[in-house]
């Protein structure tokens, strides 16, 4: 039988949210926890869906509200990008490719980065040059998650 899918984390405000479930499961919709559009100058260069570390492991990255998002990506021709953020850890990431896009700009399915590795990252996406002021803020401590023999991006 389909039901409507309950709030998953709870990290935001859900009213909204709830209130559209009971529309019924024929009026599907996904909300955001942090949603990013990646531009530069209006011209997007990917989507970002970002998610506090208490969540890895735990996106499914084949549910019909994730597939919907990298639908959209694939037919802009952007990547979608799941990325888990450690704030205790100086904001060291892990992306997660949503779409083929974003695999082929990874050359992988999943990638950690420390802070700085991670600012190169979207400075590279854009074809940007990154400011040696912005380095000189960026943390270079890689997520827990992170194999310790993995050399860091």
Excluded at 86 to 103: M, Q
Aim: aromatic share 12%; hydrophobic share 35%; net charge positive.
């Amino acid at each position: 039988m389909n039901q409507v899918r309950p709030e998953v984390f709870g990290f935001r405000d859900e009213g909204i949210s709830n209130r559209h479930r009971k529309y019924g499961v024929s009026i599907c919709a996904c909300d955001e926890d942090f949603l990013l559009i990646e531009h530069n100058w209006g011209i997007p260069y990917a989507i970002v869906d970002y998610k506090m570390s208490p969540s890895y492991g735990k996106v499914d990255l084949n549910t019909p509200n994730m597939r919907a998002q990298a639908t959209i990506c694939t037919n802009s021709g952007i990547g979608f990008y799941l990325c888990y953020y450690w704030p205790d850890y100086g904001y060291g990431v892990v992306l997660e490719a949503g779409n083929y896009i974003a695999r082929e700009v990874l050359s992988c399915e999943r990638k950690a980065f420390t802070e700085l590795g991670y600012v190169k990252f979207l400075h590279r996406l854009r074809g940007t040059v990154l400011e040696d002021s912005v380095k000189k803020v960026c943390n270079r401590t890689l997520p827990p998650v992170a194999k310790k023999k993995k050399k860091a991006a």
